[in-house]
């Protein structure tokens, strides 16, 4: 009998949950950061990591200053990730937890970390996560930047002008607005005087503003000749390139295509990494002319980069009609020329009030090529170090600043979205696979299009019109019809397999939807007896993430035209084709025209304001919303990994308090047995004593444990 007895207690003891956990670190394992670098083959996932870090609650720093660790050179720029417990955001991590997930975020992007284990004293700004609103109203075209801000992680969203005046910047809570390129007379007249005051007042207020071409024209000194209600005036600065009189005003185009820059010895975080001397697209811009201080709340305006040398892919404007008289006189008595001898800036940058102001007169957020399909780093980093010197705070030292910034950082931490999900599963098998399908087809009838306008090409390579086309990027109008008809079966094809990868894409978020609503009813199941408040509120947020996501591809998908222009930006890809198809045939109808007009001509249907255009900008939405929505895949494998080990935690101690249960009972039978069968009182007070002090032990062995859990 009492062999029986003892192998009840081991039974007990071994039944009891452990307090240790079996997954410990050393802390002198963790570092107490980590830095990265950036450069040109890592800095979109850099990027991405980093802003999907700062928006789960991961605060990151951007390093202010050239430094040296263990023998290594980081340049200014870099991102530094502190080691630290994450208390604030909805998904809480101990200082093991946070190295953990920091590492499995990096692994996903593929990213090197370089760990700092010892203190060091460099200056870093505090970065947050950013929200921006894109104009995509009348006047703009917001779908390269869309591509640029999206696919690096940042929150984007269209607005337009309506929402402008309603005051949508501020109640929004947006801290950038970006107003693209087009047409600043359109931009400045739709956003009406109120319109223009609202943005005035949230640049004022700490908001942001980021501009090219025609955003910047709007954006700088009031002019003679403009209407002065339309003026934005954000930036002390004046447009250097136009005539101007009372009752006149006439803008002096530089030119189109490829010119080289260089950037002004200056600090300034905006062209931060970007080399001495660079290509990027001018397309009829503004020079600035910096001025003294006239705007009340403007700062002195900062030229940050000049023209430095042409190449045979730039135009002037004074020889749009006759390309051949470029290439035999030069570009001496031109306008960019002039600029470029006077040394006038492109991009400049200052304060307005209690926000920042970055205008760029060429194209940062092109690609330099005629085309303009996607972007580069170099030129595309300037308008994300514009974001990021925008909404960040300080500089501040790094090796004293983890007390004073608490608080500050906290803050910044988490960016929530809420999304309606009814009907999600449906959405997402219904309208995005086949409006995808969709899209591939009607490339294919461009292409069926094409072939007749190469073979009317063949037959007749000097039609009428093509000899009063404008020239653009050095090129002859033969030369331009020539690279789109090679240009266009290329974007055909790169949209059948941006189709596909967002196809995959659509195929994962339902995956990990369907995964994360399992989780949340196997915890829910667990609700009465556990506390998993704070995993279900987990789970809502990561749910909000992925509808969101979903919703963001269905945008750049569905069929819907734009405000008033054909590029507004929330045109979907299938509309988008639709009008590709509709250039296509206003090409073929008028190839054999005697005269054609600029809505005619079959160079400029084909081309970069036609069907080639809407195929780019249908590519710019689907790759940038792709890219947003694979990484909020990442975070979401993260928590779905996280949450199973709770499931399987809470299933294990339920597991164990069943047993112990059922082992306390049978000791309690066990003693009243030999309390019955032992006549010696004494004997059985022992032992029902050593059973009762066993119990207690092991139950509050098993409370602690339980709290553990939820630490």
């Known amino acids: 009998m009492m062999n ?11 039944a009891a949950p452990s307090v240790f956990h079996s997954n410990v670190y050393a802390v002198n394992s963790i570092p107490l950061a980590y830095v990265i670098p950036v450069n040109e083959s890592n800095w979109i996932k850099v990027h991405q990591m980093v802003n999907l870090l700062l928006k789960v609650g991961v605060p990151v720093y951007w ?83 869309l591509e640029l801000f999206s696919t690096l992680g940042f929150t984007v969203d269209f607005v337009d002008d309506n929402e402008i005046r309603a005051g949508a910047l501020k109640s929004r809570g947006y801290d950038i607005l970006v107003v693209p390129g087009d047409g600043s007379n359109a931009e400045l007249i739709t956003f009406g005087s109120e319109g223009g005051a609202m943005i005035q007042d949230f640049v ?49 185009y530089p030119g189109i295509g490829v010119m080289t820059f ?163 599963s449906t959405l997402i098998n219904e309208n995005l696979k086949y409006g995808l399908s969709d899209a591939v087809e009607k490339s294919k009838t461009v292409l069926s299009k094409l072939d007749v306008i190469r073979a009317l090409y063949q037959s007749n390579p000097n039609p009428p019109w093509i000899s009063k ?17 090679s240009k266009i079966p290329e974007l055909c094809n790169e949209l059948e397999n941006v189709a596909k990868m967002t196809n995959t894409t659509i195929s994962k978020l339902q995956e990990y939807y369907t995964k994360i609503i399992g989780i949340e009813e196997s915890l829910k199941a667990y609700q009465t007896k556990y506390d998993v408040n704070e995993e279900l509120t987990l789970i809502n947020d990561v749910k909000n993430r992925l509808a969101k996501a979903m919703y963001y591809i269905d945008e750049a998908i569905s069929m819907k035209p734009g405000p008033t222009v054909t590029y507004g930006g929330k045109e979907g890809v299938l509309y988008l084709m639709n009008v590709a198809i509709t250039k296509m045939n206003t090409a073929i109808a008028n190839y054999g025209a005697t005269t054609t007009t600029s809505a005619t001509e079959p160079l400029r249907n084909i081309g970069t304001y036609g069907a080639a255009g809407c195929i780019v900008h249908a590519l710019n939405s689907l790759r940038g919303r792709t890219a947003y929505a694979d990484a909020e895949i990442i975070y979401a494998e993260y928590v ?15 597991t164990q308090e069943s047993n112990l249960l059922t082992n306390i009972n049978s000791i309690l039978d066990y003693v009243k047995s030999i309390s019955a069968s032992i006549p010696n009182i004494f004997n059985t007070i022992i032992a029902m004593g050593i059973v009762t002090i066993l119990i207690i032990s092991t139950t509050i062995m098993f409370i602690y444990k339980k709290m553990a859990s939820k630490r």
């Open 204 to 252: 004022k207020s700490g908001g942001g503003y980021i501009s090219s071409c025609a955003g910047s024209w709007a954006a700088a000194l009031g002019c003679v000749g403009w209407d002065p209600s339309y003026n934005l005036q954000l930036i002390n600065a004046k447009i250097w390139n136009v005539i101007e009189g009372v009752g006149v005003f006439k803008k002096l």
């Open 469 to 485: 086309s404008l020239s653009w990027f050095g090129m002859t109008p033969n030369q331009m019809f020539e690279y789109y008809l």
């Open 262 to 424: 260089k950037i002004a010895k200056t600090d300034n975080p905006v062209v931060w990494g970007i080399p001495e001397t660079f290509n990027m697209v001018w397309w009829q811009g503004p020079i600035f002319d910096v001025v003294s201080n006239v705007l009340p709340y403007a700062s002195k305006a900062e030229g940050l980069v000049f023209e430095y040398a042409f190449t045979s892919s730039f135009t002037a404007a004074e020889y749009y009609s006759n390309i051949t008289a470029q290439l035999e006189k030069g570009f001496n008595e031109t306008t960019v020329y002039k600029a470029l001898d006077q040394g006038k800036p492109v991009v400049v940058s200052g304060s307005y009030g209690s926000g920042r102001v970055v205008l760029f007169g060429p194209h940062p957020e092109f690609k330099t090529e005629l085309v303009l399909n996607g972007f580069s780093y170099i030129p595309g980093r300037m308008p994300i170090n514009a974001a990021l010197w925008i909404t960040s705070s300080g500089p501040y030292l790094y090796a004293t600043m983890d007390s004073a910034l608490s608080s500050q950082v906290s803050q910044n931490m988490i960016g929530r979205v809420n999304v309606e999900m009814n009907g999600l």
């Open 4 to 14: 029986k007895f003892f192998t009840l207690l081991l039974v007990l003891a071994f």
């Open 63 to 145: 390093v202010a200053q050239d430094f040296t660790y263990d023998g290594k050179s980081y340049v200014k720029g870099s991102f530094m990730i502190p080691v630290k417990s994450i208390p604030i955001s909805l998904i809480k991590l101990s200082y093991v937890e946070t190295n953990d997930f920091v590492n499995f975020i990096a692994s996903k992007f593929g990213i090197s970390l370089t760990p700092i284990t010892k203190s060091i004293e460099i200056y870093v700004y505090v970065l947050k996560p950013i929200k921006i609103a894109l104009y995509g109203g009348h006047g703009g075209l917001p779908t390269p930047y």
């Open 640 to 654: 779905i990994s996280k949450l199973n080990r709770k499931v399987n935690e809470l299933q294990s101690m339920k």
